[in-house]
């Protein structure tokens, strides 16, 4: 690789505070927030709006959509004569 062209690499904690889930990770991402991890160190943390701990698809509280009823209420609408 040549020097003097990448970002910078290091680690980062990416937190989800609405499901109180954190992950220590490497990225370029930068923030000036910092929290103490686990093994005594400061690092930088980005908050971020879903996870893999919130997110309805890993978390198996998906809704299933009425499809039928959708069909149904366009055919009204606009409706086949």
């Not at 990448?6 to 990770?25: C, E, I, M, Q, S």
């Not at 930068?30 to 943390?45: F, R």
Request: charged content about 25%.
């Amino acid at each position: 690789m040549k020097k003097g062209i990448h970002p910078d690499y290091h680690p980062v904690v990416f937190r989800d505070p609405g499901a109180d889930f954190a992950f220590l990770t490497r990225s370029t991402i930068t923030s000036d927030k910092t929290i103490e991890w686990t093994d005594g160190k400061t690092y930088p943390v980005v908050d971020v709006d879903v996870s893999a701990a919130s997110h309805p698809f890993y978390t198996g509280r998906s809704r299933v959509l009425d499809t039928a009823g959708r069909v149904e209420r366009f055919n009204q609408r606009y409706g086949r004569t």
